[in-house]
């Protein structure tokens, strides 16, 4: 007898069994979506097909996954910071491919190489025309401490001139660990950690 025989049996779920098929006992696995509510109640109402997140969290997400760095070089650090570009390293992987000629269009400076004194202002120029937020990475040696160039001319770390975020050791340090710099500076971001312009500002008591 099957549903259309006895009306009691209308609507009725009547799983189906293997030996209907393949001779074998038991009951087949059937759609979720045909499985009565009992034997799915360990299943999440949406089906798994929604998330919650907060605004922050989704914006900092976007900006860890899109930082556009501004497009200029100060010595030998920025041949390997182009070599990153290049197809065996691809930074495009992480969102950041895109160098912009313009610091308005720019949310992450990279300097790369030493900081003379006479480039200083220029440095700090662009950084000022940078739109907020915004990230900085000292690239190498010399642009972290001043590296081998201990004199007069240098600028002995270019946190002395604008705030870093990120500090990449070497002399020059290699497009990977450039990347492996960067990719700190993008947890940094998921984390909600504010820039360290933003963090120089509060300690100064002006936020």
Not at 42 to 51: E, K, M, R, T
Not at 97 to 105: G, I, K, L, T
Not at 126 to 144: F, L, N, R, T
Request: neutral net charge; glycine residues 10%.
């Amino acid at each position: 007898m099957n549903g259309h025989d006895h009306p009691e049996s209308v609507g009725r779920f009547e799983p189906a069994t293997t030996e209907d098929i393949s001779g074998a006992s038991g009951l087949a696995i059937e759609p979720r979506t045909l499985r009565p509510t009992a034997e799915t109640d360990y299943l999440p109402a949406h089906g798994g097909g929604i998330f919650t997140t907060s605004v922050n969290k989704l914006v900092d997400w976007g900006r860890a996954n899109s930082l556009w760095p501004a497009l200029f070089g100060l010595a030998c650090c920025a041949i390997e910071m182009m070599a990153t570009s290049a197809s065996r390293w691809d930074l495009a992987r992480f969102g950041a491919e895109v160098y912009r000629a313009s610091p308005r269009q720019s949310d992450l400076m990279i300097v790369a190489g030493r900081v003379s004194v006479k480039m200083a202002p220029v440095v700090r120029q662009i950084y000022d025309q940078m739109p907020d937020p915004k990230w900085v990475i000292a690239m190498g040696a010399c642009a972290s401490t001043g590296g081998v160039f201990n004199n007069y001319a240098v600028v002995q770390g270019v946190d002395q001139v604008i705030p870093v975020d990120v500090y990449v050791p070497g002399c020059p340090p290699s497009p990977d660990m450039l990347m492996y710099g960067f990719t700190m500076l993008q947890e940094k971001i998921r984390k909600g950690i504010p820039p360290a312009s933003d963090l120089m500002l509060s300690s100064r008591g002006r936020a």
